[in-house]
Protein backbone atom coordinates (compact mmCIF):
# COMPACT_ATOMS: atom_id res chain seq x y z
CA UNK A 1 0.00 0.00 0.00
CA UNK A 2 1.45 3.46 -0.84
CA UNK A 3 -1.58 5.93 0.29
CA UNK A 4 -0.72 9.36 -0.95
CA UNK A 5 -1.78 11.41 2.43
CA UNK A 6 -3.58 14.84 2.58
CA UNK A 7 -3.23 15.44 6.15
CA UNK A 8 -0.08 15.52 8.16
CA UNK A 9 -0.51 13.47 11.12
CA UNK A 10 3.65 13.67 12.05
CA UNK A 11 4.34 14.50 15.77
CA UNK A 12 0.91 15.41 16.63
CA UNK A 13 0.05 15.92 20.55
CA UNK A 14 -3.69 14.21 21.72
CA UNK A 15 -4.58 15.52 24.86
CA UNK A 16 -7.83 13.55 25.85
CA UNK A 17 -10.05 15.81 27.71
CA UNK A 18 -12.63 12.39 28.51
CA UNK A 19 -14.38 12.79 32.00
CA UNK A 20 -11.67 14.71 33.57
CA UNK A 21 -13.77 17.99 32.97
CA UNK A 22 -15.72 16.42 35.58
CA UNK A 23 -19.32 17.23 33.81
CA UNK A 24 -17.85 21.47 34.59
CA UNK A 25 -17.34 23.48 31.88
CA UNK A 26 -15.09 25.93 33.99
CA UNK A 27 -12.57 22.97 34.76
CA UNK A 28 -12.67 21.94 31.09
CA UNK A 29 -11.72 25.05 30.35
CA UNK A 30 -8.87 25.24 32.72
CA UNK A 31 -7.96 21.90 31.10
CA UNK A 32 -7.53 23.49 27.80
CA UNK A 33 -5.54 26.80 29.37
CA UNK A 34 -2.96 24.25 30.26
CA UNK A 35 -2.94 22.09 27.34
CA UNK A 36 -2.56 25.40 25.31
CA UNK A 37 0.41 26.71 27.61
CA UNK A 38 2.38 23.34 27.23
CA UNK A 39 2.00 23.34 23.92
CA UNK A 40 2.94 27.28 23.19
CA UNK A 41 6.03 26.19 25.92
CA UNK A 42 7.58 23.49 24.06
CA UNK A 43 6.63 24.45 20.53
CA UNK A 44 4.12 21.17 19.57
CA UNK A 45 1.30 20.40 17.40
CA UNK A 46 -1.29 19.93 20.18
CA UNK A 47 -4.72 18.61 19.54
CA UNK A 48 -7.78 18.65 22.38
CA UNK A 49 -9.99 15.73 21.95
CA UNK A 50 -13.70 15.11 23.71
CA UNK A 51 -15.68 12.22 24.05
CA UNK A 52 -19.38 12.49 22.22
CA UNK A 53 -22.10 10.28 22.85
CA UNK A 54 -25.87 10.67 22.42
CA UNK A 55 -26.79 9.30 26.03
CA UNK A 56 -30.41 9.58 25.36
CA UNK A 57 -29.75 6.48 22.67
CA UNK A 58 -26.59 5.52 23.50
CA UNK A 59 -27.45 3.78 26.88
CA UNK A 60 -30.55 1.32 26.99
CA UNK A 61 -33.75 2.72 28.88
CA UNK A 62 -33.45 0.07 31.18
CA UNK A 63 -30.36 0.29 32.54
CA UNK A 64 -29.79 4.28 33.04
CA UNK A 65 -29.56 3.40 36.59
CA UNK A 66 -27.47 0.30 36.46
CA UNK A 67 -24.15 -0.18 38.40
CA UNK A 68 -22.87 -2.47 35.60
CA UNK A 69 -21.13 -1.42 33.82
CA UNK A 70 -19.92 1.72 35.88
CA UNK A 71 -19.26 3.55 32.91
CA UNK A 72 -23.06 4.08 32.42
CA UNK A 73 -23.37 6.09 35.63
CA UNK A 74 -20.27 8.00 35.15
CA UNK A 75 -21.17 9.06 31.43
CA UNK A 76 -24.53 9.95 32.85
CA UNK A 77 -23.14 12.00 36.05
CA UNK A 78 -20.63 14.10 33.72
CA UNK A 79 -22.92 14.97 30.60
CA UNK A 80 -22.55 17.89 29.08
CA UNK A 81 -25.24 19.83 26.99
CA UNK A 82 -23.90 20.70 23.29
CA UNK A 83 -23.86 24.25 24.48
CA UNK A 84 -21.78 23.54 26.41
CA UNK A 85 -19.50 21.07 24.30
CA UNK A 86 -19.81 24.58 21.62
CA UNK A 87 -18.05 26.62 24.78
CA UNK A 88 -14.83 24.11 25.24
CA UNK A 89 -14.76 23.64 21.44
CA UNK A 90 -14.66 27.59 20.61
CA UNK A 91 -12.04 28.07 23.37
CA UNK A 92 -9.57 25.38 22.58
CA UNK A 93 -10.01 26.81 18.56
CA UNK A 94 -8.61 30.23 20.78
CA UNK A 95 -6.16 29.06 22.46
CA UNK A 96 -4.79 27.84 18.40
CA UNK A 97 -5.20 24.01 19.62
CA UNK A 98 -6.52 21.65 16.62
CA UNK A 99 -10.38 20.46 17.77
CA UNK A 100 -10.56 16.78 17.81
CA UNK A 101 -13.55 14.22 19.37
CA UNK A 102 -14.15 10.43 19.60
CA UNK A 103 -17.90 10.04 18.71
CA UNK A 104 -19.56 6.62 20.01
CA UNK A 105 -22.59 6.63 18.06
CA UNK A 106 -23.85 7.99 14.67
CA UNK A 107 -25.78 11.13 16.08
CA UNK A 108 -22.55 12.08 17.62
CA UNK A 109 -20.94 11.97 14.07
CA UNK A 110 -22.98 14.62 12.80
CA UNK A 111 -22.95 16.54 15.66
CA UNK A 112 -18.88 17.04 14.66
CA UNK A 113 -19.96 17.93 11.61
CA UNK A 114 -22.00 20.58 12.95
CA UNK A 115 -19.43 22.18 15.61
CA UNK A 116 -16.46 21.57 12.84
CA UNK A 117 -14.36 19.17 14.52
CA UNK A 118 -11.15 19.43 12.75
CA UNK A 119 -10.11 15.27 13.66
CA UNK A 120 -12.22 12.34 14.35
CA UNK A 121 -10.80 9.82 16.67
CA UNK A 122 -12.15 6.19 16.37
CA UNK A 123 -11.78 4.86 20.03
CA UNK A 124 -10.81 0.99 20.61
CA UNK A 125 -14.01 -0.13 21.21
CA UNK A 126 -15.59 1.07 18.23
CA UNK A 127 -12.82 0.07 15.93
CA UNK A 128 -14.88 -2.65 14.45
CA UNK A 129 -17.85 -1.18 14.75
CA UNK A 130 -18.85 -1.30 11.38
CA UNK A 131 -22.45 1.11 11.31
CA UNK A 132 -20.43 4.12 13.25
CA UNK A 133 -17.37 3.66 11.01
CA UNK A 134 -19.81 3.73 7.59
CA UNK A 135 -21.18 7.39 9.20
CA UNK A 136 -17.63 8.47 9.65
CA UNK A 137 -16.65 7.22 6.28
CA UNK A 138 -19.73 9.30 5.02
CA UNK A 139 -17.47 12.77 6.26
CA UNK A 140 -14.37 14.63 5.30
CA UNK A 141 -12.76 14.79 8.28
CA UNK A 142 -9.13 13.09 8.91
CA UNK A 143 -9.55 9.81 11.15
CA UNK A 144 -7.54 8.21 14.04
CA UNK A 145 -8.05 4.63 15.11
CA UNK A 146 -7.15 3.25 18.23
CA UNK A 147 -6.62 -0.75 17.84
CA UNK A 148 -6.38 -1.24 21.71
CA UNK A 149 -7.76 -5.04 21.83
CA UNK A 150 -7.47 -5.98 18.53
CA UNK A 151 -5.70 -8.88 16.55
CA UNK A 152 -4.17 -8.11 12.96
CA UNK A 153 -6.22 -9.72 11.09
CA UNK A 154 -9.01 -7.27 12.40
CA UNK A 155 -6.32 -4.23 11.44
CA UNK A 156 -6.57 -5.30 8.39
CA UNK A 157 -9.93 -5.52 7.41
CA UNK A 158 -9.92 -1.82 9.27
CA UNK A 159 -7.10 -0.49 7.22
CA UNK A 160 -8.87 -2.03 4.24
CA UNK A 161 -12.22 -0.05 4.99
CA UNK A 162 -10.46 2.90 5.06
CA UNK A 163 -8.77 2.39 1.98
CA UNK A 164 -11.34 1.41 0.03
CA UNK A 165 -13.27 4.17 0.95
CA UNK A 166 -11.17 6.96 0.64
CA UNK A 167 -10.71 7.91 3.86
CA UNK A 168 -7.22 10.29 5.26
CA UNK A 169 -6.54 7.97 8.35
CA UNK A 170 -3.82 6.93 11.39
CA UNK A 171 -3.48 4.38 13.40
CA UNK A 172 -2.76 4.42 16.95
CA UNK A 173 -1.34 1.37 19.05
CA UNK A 174 -3.10 1.23 21.74
CA UNK A 175 -3.68 -1.11 25.31
CA UNK A 176 -6.80 -0.63 26.81
CA UNK A 177 -5.89 -1.64 29.79
CA UNK A 178 -5.62 1.27 32.33
CA UNK A 179 -3.16 1.78 33.66
CA UNK A 180 -1.42 -0.34 31.38
CA UNK A 181 1.65 -2.00 32.98
CA UNK A 182 5.27 -2.23 31.32
CA UNK A 183 5.04 -5.51 30.35
CA UNK A 184 1.68 -5.17 28.63
CA UNK A 185 2.92 -2.17 26.15
CA UNK A 186 3.81 -4.82 23.18
CA UNK A 187 5.43 -1.58 22.07
CA UNK A 188 6.97 -3.57 18.83
CA UNK A 189 3.55 -3.47 17.62
CA UNK A 190 4.55 -0.05 16.59
CA UNK A 191 7.02 -1.57 14.25
CA UNK A 192 5.36 -4.61 12.84
CA UNK A 193 2.20 -2.21 11.93
CA UNK A 194 4.83 0.91 10.01
CA UNK A 195 5.90 -2.37 8.14
CA UNK A 196 2.64 -3.86 7.37
CA UNK A 197 0.56 -0.52 5.97
CA UNK A 198 3.66 1.13 4.95
CA UNK A 199 2.25 5.36 3.74
CA UNK A 200 0.20 5.27 7.42
CA UNK A 201 1.25 7.11 10.16
CA UNK A 202 1.27 5.06 13.19
CA UNK A 203 1.19 6.46 16.79
CA UNK A 204 0.99 5.16 20.25
CA UNK A 205 -2.55 5.74 22.72
CA UNK A 206 -0.77 5.82 26.00
CA UNK A 207 -2.89 4.22 29.67
CA UNK A 208 0.41 3.68 31.38
CA UNK A 209 1.38 5.12 34.78
CA UNK A 210 1.38 9.29 33.85
CA UNK A 211 4.95 9.13 36.36
CA UNK A 212 6.38 6.76 33.41
CA UNK A 213 7.47 9.35 30.76
CA UNK A 214 10.47 7.11 29.51
CA UNK A 215 7.79 4.92 27.73
CA UNK A 216 7.67 7.59 24.72
CA UNK A 217 11.18 7.53 24.06
CA UNK A 218 10.74 4.11 23.49
CA UNK A 219 7.65 4.36 21.49
CA UNK A 220 8.77 7.18 19.40
CA UNK A 221 12.18 5.49 18.31
CA UNK A 222 9.83 2.35 17.35
CA UNK A 223 8.42 5.04 14.95
CA UNK A 224 5.33 6.90 16.46
CA UNK A 225 4.47 9.98 15.62
CA UNK A 226 1.34 10.51 17.32
CA UNK A 227 1.40 11.00 21.22
CA UNK A 228 -2.25 10.62 22.77
CA UNK A 229 -2.63 10.37 27.11
CA UNK A 230 -5.23 11.37 29.14
CA UNK A 231 -4.88 14.97 31.20
CA UNK A 232 -6.57 16.52 34.00
CA UNK A 233 -6.21 19.41 36.19
CA UNK A 234 -5.92 19.51 39.46
CA UNK A 235 -6.84 21.99 41.84
CA UNK A 236 -8.85 22.26 45.36
CA UNK A 237 -12.12 20.92 43.46
CA UNK A 238 -9.91 18.51 41.41
CA UNK A 239 -7.35 17.31 44.51
CA UNK A 240 -6.11 13.88 42.41
CA UNK A 241 -6.10 12.30 39.25
CA UNK A 242 -6.82 8.78 38.37
CA UNK A 243 -3.84 6.43 37.74
CA UNK A 244 -3.68 6.43 33.65
CA UNK A 245 -4.39 10.34 33.44
CA UNK A 246 -1.43 13.63 33.42
CA UNK A 247 -1.69 16.74 35.27
CA UNK A 248 0.98 19.33 34.13
CA UNK A 249 4.48 18.36 35.49
CA UNK A 250 4.10 14.77 34.38
CA UNK A 251 2.53 15.87 30.82
CA UNK A 252 5.79 18.26 30.48
CA UNK A 253 7.98 15.65 31.46
CA UNK A 254 6.74 13.50 29.09
CA UNK A 255 6.90 16.30 25.96
CA UNK A 256 10.68 16.92 27.56
CA UNK A 257 11.21 12.97 26.96
CA UNK A 258 9.39 13.09 23.39
CA UNK A 259 12.56 15.70 22.49
CA UNK A 260 14.96 14.07 23.79
CA UNK A 261 14.37 10.78 22.05
CA UNK A 262 13.82 12.64 18.83
CA UNK A 263 17.03 14.88 19.14
CA UNK A 264 18.20 10.95 19.56
CA UNK A 265 17.18 8.98 16.99
CA UNK A 266 17.82 11.89 14.58
CA UNK A 267 16.85 11.50 10.70
CA UNK A 268 16.19 8.59 9.02
CA UNK A 269 18.54 9.93 6.31
CA UNK A 270 22.25 9.32 6.33
CA UNK A 271 23.83 12.19 8.14
CA UNK A 272 26.58 14.55 7.04
CA UNK A 273 29.53 13.44 9.64
CA UNK A 274 30.84 16.94 11.33
CA UNK A 275 34.03 18.25 11.83
CA UNK A 276 34.06 17.12 15.58
CA UNK A 277 33.44 13.09 14.70
CA UNK A 278 35.85 13.49 11.45
CA UNK A 279 38.52 15.25 14.04
CA UNK A 280 37.79 11.94 16.76
CA UNK A 281 38.58 9.43 14.53
CA UNK A 282 41.09 10.78 13.10
CA UNK A 283 42.86 11.08 16.19
CA UNK A 284 42.50 7.30 16.22
CA UNK A 285 43.56 6.14 13.11
CA UNK A 286 46.96 4.77 12.09
CA UNK A 287 48.68 6.63 9.43
CA UNK A 288 50.84 5.42 6.12
CA UNK A 289 54.40 5.84 6.67
CA UNK A 290 57.57 4.81 4.66
CA UNK A 291 59.44 1.89 6.07
CA UNK A 292 62.55 3.16 3.82
CA UNK A 293 63.56 5.76 1.36
CA UNK A 294 61.26 6.10 -1.50
CA UNK A 295 62.61 7.61 -4.44
CA UNK A 296 61.04 10.53 -6.48
CA UNK A 297 58.38 8.54 -8.89
CA UNK A 298 58.88 5.07 -7.06
CA UNK A 299 56.30 2.75 -7.00
CA UNK A 300 54.97 2.47 -3.70
CA UNK A 301 54.39 -1.60 -2.47
CA UNK A 302 53.03 -2.74 1.19
CA UNK A 303 56.56 -4.02 2.06
CA UNK A 304 57.81 -0.59 1.55
CA UNK A 305 55.14 1.44 4.73
CA UNK A 306 54.17 0.64 7.56
CA UNK A 307 50.37 1.67 9.64
CA UNK A 308 51.09 3.55 12.79
CA UNK A 309 50.00 6.52 14.79
CA UNK A 310 49.30 9.51 14.63
CA UNK A 311 47.82 10.23 11.49
CA UNK A 312 48.81 13.21 10.27
CA UNK A 313 46.31 15.95 8.45
CA UNK A 314 46.55 15.21 4.80
CA UNK A 315 47.92 12.04 5.16
CA UNK A 316 47.10 8.90 3.80
CA UNK A 317 45.65 6.35 6.12
CA UNK A 318 45.60 2.75 6.22
CA UNK A 319 41.77 2.64 5.42
CA UNK A 320 42.20 3.92 2.07
CA UNK A 321 45.77 2.04 0.99
CA UNK A 322 46.00 0.77 -2.37
CA UNK A 323 48.59 -0.73 -4.16
CA UNK A 324 49.42 0.75 -7.59
CA UNK A 325 50.53 4.24 -5.88
CA UNK A 326 53.52 6.11 -6.89
CA UNK A 327 55.65 9.52 -5.79
CA UNK A 328 55.88 12.41 -6.68
CA UNK A 329 58.84 13.30 -4.83
CA UNK A 330 61.16 11.74 -2.47
CA UNK A 331 60.12 10.72 0.89
CA UNK A 332 62.52 9.61 3.75
CA UNK A 333 62.14 6.79 6.03
CA UNK A 334 59.60 7.19 9.10
CA UNK A 335 58.22 10.30 7.01
CA UNK A 336 53.78 10.76 6.14
CA UNK A 337 52.81 9.82 3.09
CA UNK A 338 50.99 13.00 1.98
CA UNK A 339 47.87 12.92 0.07
CA UNK A 340 49.72 15.61 -2.01
CA UNK A 341 52.99 14.31 -2.55
CA UNK A 342 51.76 10.87 -4.22
CA UNK A 343 50.28 9.76 -7.56
CA UNK A 344 47.08 7.71 -7.07
CA UNK A 345 45.33 6.35 -10.03
CA UNK A 346 41.58 6.01 -10.29
CA UNK A 347 39.79 2.56 -8.74
CA UNK A 348 39.97 -0.23 -11.18
CA UNK A 349 37.04 -1.17 -12.99
CA UNK A 350 36.23 -3.80 -10.94
CA UNK A 351 36.75 -2.39 -7.70
CA UNK A 352 33.95 0.44 -8.72
CA UNK A 353 31.17 -1.75 -9.97
CA UNK A 354 31.84 -4.32 -6.43
CA UNK A 355 31.53 -1.08 -4.23
CA UNK A 356 28.25 -0.13 -6.26
CA UNK A 357 27.04 -3.69 -5.88
CA UNK A 358 27.68 -3.63 -2.05
CA UNK A 359 25.29 0.06 -2.03
CA UNK A 360 22.76 -2.33 -4.32
CA UNK A 361 22.69 -4.79 -1.81
CA UNK A 362 21.99 -2.40 0.91
CA UNK A 363 19.19 -0.87 -1.35
CA UNK A 364 17.12 -4.00 -1.63
CA UNK A 365 17.78 -4.89 1.91
CA UNK A 366 16.11 -1.64 3.11
CA UNK A 367 13.11 -2.23 0.78
CA UNK A 368 13.01 -5.85 2.02
CA UNK A 369 13.41 -7.12 -1.63
CA UNK A 370 14.37 -11.23 -1.36
CA UNK A 371 16.08 -12.77 -4.38
CA UNK A 372 16.79 -16.43 -4.40
CA UNK A 373 19.82 -18.42 -5.61
CA UNK A 374 19.27 -18.55 -9.48
CA UNK A 375 19.18 -15.23 -11.03
CA UNK A 376 21.13 -13.39 -13.84
CA UNK A 377 22.67 -9.80 -13.36
CA UNK A 378 23.37 -7.50 -15.94
CA UNK A 379 25.89 -4.51 -15.04
CA UNK A 380 24.90 -1.41 -17.94
CA UNK A 381 27.78 0.81 -18.10
CA UNK A 382 27.06 2.80 -21.55
CA UNK A 383 29.79 5.04 -21.92
CA UNK A 384 32.46 2.60 -19.41
CA UNK A 385 32.67 1.32 -16.16
CA UNK A 386 34.40 4.55 -14.99
CA UNK A 387 30.96 6.81 -15.66
CA UNK A 388 28.87 4.13 -14.33
CA UNK A 389 27.97 5.77 -11.04
CA UNK A 390 26.73 8.46 -13.59
CA UNK A 391 25.31 6.90 -16.55
CA UNK A 392 24.59 3.21 -16.04
CA UNK A 393 21.72 0.60 -13.98
CA UNK A 394 21.80 -3.05 -12.89
CA UNK A 395 19.23 -5.33 -14.51
CA UNK A 396 18.70 -8.38 -12.39
CA UNK A 397 16.73 -11.36 -14.81
CA UNK A 398 14.59 -13.07 -12.31
CA UNK A 399 12.97 -15.38 -15.77
CA UNK A 400 13.18 -14.83 -19.34
CA UNK A 401 11.04 -17.27 -21.26
CA UNK A 402 8.15 -16.11 -23.49
CA UNK A 403 7.26 -13.45 -21.07
CA UNK A 404 10.32 -11.55 -19.02
CA UNK A 405 10.86 -10.21 -15.57
CA UNK A 406 13.74 -8.46 -14.22
CA UNK A 407 14.77 -5.96 -11.38
CA UNK A 408 16.16 -2.82 -12.03
CA UNK A 409 18.41 -1.41 -9.51
CA UNK A 410 19.95 2.35 -10.28
CA UNK A 411 21.72 4.47 -7.40
CA UNK A 412 21.34 7.60 -7.00
CA UNK A 413 22.11 10.17 -9.46
CA UNK A 414 22.20 7.20 -12.30
CA UNK A 415 20.46 7.38 -15.61
CA UNK A 416 20.00 5.62 -18.30
CA UNK A 417 20.25 6.71 -22.03
CA UNK A 418 17.04 7.01 -24.48
CA UNK A 419 16.83 3.97 -26.51
CA UNK A 420 13.73 1.80 -28.26
CA UNK A 421 13.26 -1.69 -28.45
CA UNK A 422 11.89 -3.76 -31.76
CA UNK A 423 10.69 -6.56 -30.36
CA UNK A 424 9.96 -5.84 -26.63
CA UNK A 425 6.77 -4.02 -24.98
CA UNK A 426 7.44 -3.29 -21.51
CA UNK A 427 5.78 -2.36 -18.00
CA UNK A 428 7.31 -0.71 -15.60
CA UNK A 429 6.31 -1.07 -11.67
CA UNK A 430 8.11 0.90 -8.85
CA UNK A 431 8.89 -0.99 -5.97
CA UNK A 432 11.24 1.76 -3.74
CA UNK A 433 12.21 5.30 -4.53
CA UNK A 434 11.54 7.61 -7.27
CA UNK A 435 11.85 6.53 -11.07
CA UNK A 436 11.88 9.70 -13.59
CA UNK A 437 10.81 8.20 -17.27
CA UNK A 438 10.66 9.76 -20.18
CA UNK A 439 8.26 7.92 -22.63
CA UNK A 440 8.01 9.51 -26.40
CA UNK A 441 8.80 12.73 -25.11
CA UNK A 442 6.21 12.31 -22.23
CA UNK A 443 8.11 13.08 -18.78
CA UNK A 444 6.56 10.73 -15.60
CA UNK A 445 7.73 10.87 -12.21
CA UNK A 446 6.77 7.37 -10.51
CA UNK A 447 6.13 6.39 -6.76
CA UNK A 448 6.35 3.49 -5.75
CA UNK A 449 3.17 1.38 -6.32
CA UNK A 450 3.30 3.66 -9.65
CA UNK A 451 3.54 2.12 -13.35
CA UNK A 452 4.42 2.69 -16.78
CA UNK A 453 3.85 1.28 -19.89
CA UNK A 454 6.72 1.05 -22.66
CA UNK A 455 5.50 -0.01 -25.70
CA UNK A 456 7.69 -1.67 -29.10
CA UNK A 457 9.15 0.91 -30.81
CA UNK A 458 8.77 3.98 -28.59
CA UNK A 459 12.02 6.35 -27.14
CA UNK A 460 12.57 5.87 -23.51
CA UNK A 461 15.04 6.85 -20.73
CA UNK A 462 14.99 7.00 -17.36
CA UNK A 463 17.08 8.32 -14.07
CA UNK A 464 16.46 8.67 -10.56
CA UNK A 465 17.71 11.06 -7.78
CA UNK A 466 16.92 8.95 -5.03
CA UNK A 467 17.90 5.83 -5.95
CA UNK A 468 15.04 3.43 -7.11
CA UNK A 469 14.24 -0.49 -7.67
CA UNK A 470 11.49 -1.15 -10.07
CA UNK A 471 10.08 -3.84 -11.73
CA UNK A 472 10.22 -4.35 -16.12
CA UNK A 473 7.88 -6.59 -16.31
CA UNK A 474 8.29 -7.79 -20.18
CA UNK A 475 7.80 -9.99 -23.41
CA UNK A 476 10.66 -11.68 -24.25
CA UNK A 477 14.13 -10.21 -23.86
CA UNK A 478 16.70 -10.08 -26.91
CA UNK A 479 20.42 -8.95 -26.38
CA UNK A 480 19.94 -7.72 -29.91
CA UNK A 481 16.99 -5.21 -29.52
CA UNK A 482 18.12 -2.42 -27.62
CA UNK A 483 18.86 0.64 -29.88
CA UNK A 484 20.15 3.76 -28.69
CA UNK A 485 19.70 7.39 -29.86
CA UNK A 486 23.23 8.12 -29.70
CA UNK A 487 24.59 6.73 -32.06
CA UNK A 488 28.31 5.99 -30.06
CA UNK A 489 26.44 3.41 -27.82
CA UNK A 490 25.02 1.43 -30.46
CA UNK A 491 28.70 1.19 -32.15
CA UNK A 492 30.30 0.18 -29.14
CA UNK A 493 31.57 -3.02 -28.35
CA UNK A 494 28.63 -4.98 -25.61
CA UNK A 495 31.40 -6.15 -23.19
CA UNK A 496 32.28 -2.41 -23.43
CA UNK A 497 28.95 -0.84 -22.26
CA UNK A 498 27.44 -4.60 -20.48
CA UNK A 499 29.61 -6.61 -17.88
CA UNK A 500 27.27 -10.38 -17.34
CA UNK A 501 27.32 -12.83 -14.61
CA UNK A 502 25.05 -15.37 -12.73
CA UNK A 503 23.93 -14.38 -9.45
CA UNK A 504 25.87 -11.64 -8.42
CA UNK A 505 29.65 -12.58 -9.85
CA UNK A 506 31.57 -12.12 -6.48
CA UNK A 507 33.94 -14.25 -7.86
CA UNK A 508 33.58 -13.68 -11.63
CA UNK A 509 33.91 -10.01 -11.86
CA UNK A 510 37.18 -9.37 -11.78
CA UNK A 511 38.02 -11.65 -14.34
CA UNK A 512 35.48 -10.61 -16.71
CA UNK A 513 35.88 -7.03 -16.05
CA UNK A 514 39.85 -6.86 -16.24
CA UNK A 515 39.84 -8.39 -19.90
CA UNK A 516 37.43 -5.05 -21.42
Not at 6 to 21: C, G, R
Not at 143 to 170: E, Q, Y
Not at 192 to 212: A, F, L, Q
Not at 503 to 516: V, Y
Amino acid sequence: MNKKKTYDFEDLFVFELANNHQGDVKHGLSIIDMCSDVAEKYNIRAAIKIQLRQLETFIHPNYREADDPSHIKRFLSTQLTNEQFHILIDHARNKKLITMATPFDEESVDLMEEMNFEITKIGSCSANDWPLLEKVSEKNNPVIISTGGLNISDIDKIVSFCDHRGLDFALNHCVSVYPTPPNLCELNQIEVMRSRYPGITIGWSTHEDPNDSDIIMVAYAKGARIFEKHVGYINKKVPSLNAYSAERSQIEKWIEKYLKAKELCGSNKNPERDEEEIESLNSLRRGVYAIENIEDGEEITKDKVFFAMPYQKGQLYSGIWQENISSKNTIRKNEPLKMNTLKIPPPPNELIIQHSLHEIKGMLNHANIKLGPNFHVEYSHHYGIPNFRKVGAVFITIVNRSYCKKLVVQLPGQSHPAHFHKKKEETFSVLSGVLEVTIDGYEQKLNPGEQALVQSGLWHSFSTDTGVIFEELSSTHFNDDSFYRDKKINSGSRTHRKTYTDNWGRFTLEDKISTQ
